[in-house]
């Protein structure tokens, strides 16, 4: 299948992770507005303006793996999370994978197509997660991979009548399925294959509210989450992987029908960062198109519209000087020209 993916609004620059009865909590976030626009992702390949992979450090004590980046492979048009044995710096018994969005998003559908990890103490994971702990689960446990174990939790602490286990009538570990999420103000839906399978109404009930990045992992249970949930890991003696065919985002609509525009100008200025940092564009570009931003910035701040466009217009020329082609990658090219252009058409309007 072809990959496709909407534009968003905000990218995290870095990210250091911290962990607190097993929940990860992120600082170091530098994020302005969430996003509005969704993504859909085939994964054909790793898209680093999209996705982070987790690297080098490792959740509590309920858990049993380190993250590495090498952990999430990608073949035939699939994510996949690869646990191992392999050596890592945290003293966990094993390594493994976890991905999840550079953006955060809020009310909306989430759904992936997965094929999870069978065996004792295992955990494969799709979920949503925010800064201040807010989350909502699709996990299902490697004990019994023939039921499906819905949750959220409010700042950190699990929501009233927030557990639910579903009976899914096949086993999730032969083949793939689709699993999904409906996130709204007033409630929250489970679907299994297209099929409904659990509502929570916000009646009376605190529901998760913050934006949330979208994530997906696979992870050992250990100490006391070992104990009284996941069972107890053994190791198989050969790597354990869990796929994904696809993720996607659907964001709720406004009353009228319609999903507010994607693209500001904070996104534009962290998008380049980031394309920079990864060394997609170099060069004197970088300083080009930097010096551009902030010409429409400046511009834009005075309220002078036609010139903030110019200043866009001319990003878009530095990116498509002919002398300077060596200095980004075609990937780069293409997307900060297209939410350029995206940027024009919402300061036009």
Do not use: C
Not at 38 to 66: C, I, K, M, Q, Y
Not at 130 to 157: A, C, H, M, Q, W
Not at 319 to 331: E, F, G, P, S
């Amino acid at each position: 299948m072809l990959k496709t993916t909407f534009k968003g609004m905000s990218i995290i620059l870095m990210i250091a992770v911290f962990y607190i009865g097993g929940i990860p909590l992120y600082s170091s976030i530098a994020s302005a507005e969430e996003t509005s626009m969704g993504f859909e992702d085939h994964f054909d390949s790793f898209d680093p303006t999209l996705w982070f992979r987790s690297d080098g450090w490792a959740n509590g004590a309920d858990f049993g793996v380190s993250w590495s980046k090498d952990n999430v492979e990608f073949s035939d048009g699939k994510m996949v999370l690869r646990l191992d044995d392999a050596p890592n710096n945290n003293n966990k018994p094993y390594t493994s994978g976890e991905f999840y969005t550079l953006e955060k998003y809020g009310y909306g559908r989430i759904e992936g197509r997965i094929k999870v990890a069978k065996g004792v103490g295992l955990v494969t994971s799709l979920f949503t997660y925010s800064p201040d702990g807010d989350e909502i689960d699709i996990e299902i446990l490697g004990r019994d991979t023939t039921k499906l174990e819905t949750n959220f939790f409010i700042k950190g602490v699990r929501g009233v009548n927030a557990h639910a286990i579903i009976d899914l009538g096949f086993d999730a570990s032969e083949d793939y399925h689709d699993y999904a999420i409906e996130w709204s103000q007033n409630q929250i839906k489970w679907f299994v294959d297209g099929k409904l399978v659990r509502t929570v109404v916000g009646d009376g009930i605190e529901l998760p509210s913050d934006p949330s990045y979208i994530m997906a992992n696979l992870w050992s249970g250990a100490g006391a989450a070992a104990r009284t949930w996941t069972g107890e890991f053994v190791y198989p003696g050969t790597p354990i992987r869990a796929y994904y065919d696809y993720i996607k985002f659907t964001p709720e609509k406004d009353d009228d029908g319609t999903i507010p525009p994607s693209v500001s100008l904070v996104y534009m200025y962290e998008l380049l960062d980031s394309y920079i940092a990864n060394g997609d564009v170099t060069g004197p570009l970088t300083n080009q198109l930097s010096n551009s931003l902030k010409q429409a910035d400046h511009q834009y701040e005075k309220g002078h519209q036609k010139q903030s466009i110019k200043a866009v217009e001319d990003f878009i020329k530095h990116i498509n000087n002919k002398a300077l082609q060596k200095h980004i990658t075609t990937d780069a090219k293409r997307v900060l020209t297209e939410n350029a252009e995206e940027l024009i058409k919402l300061w036009a309007e």
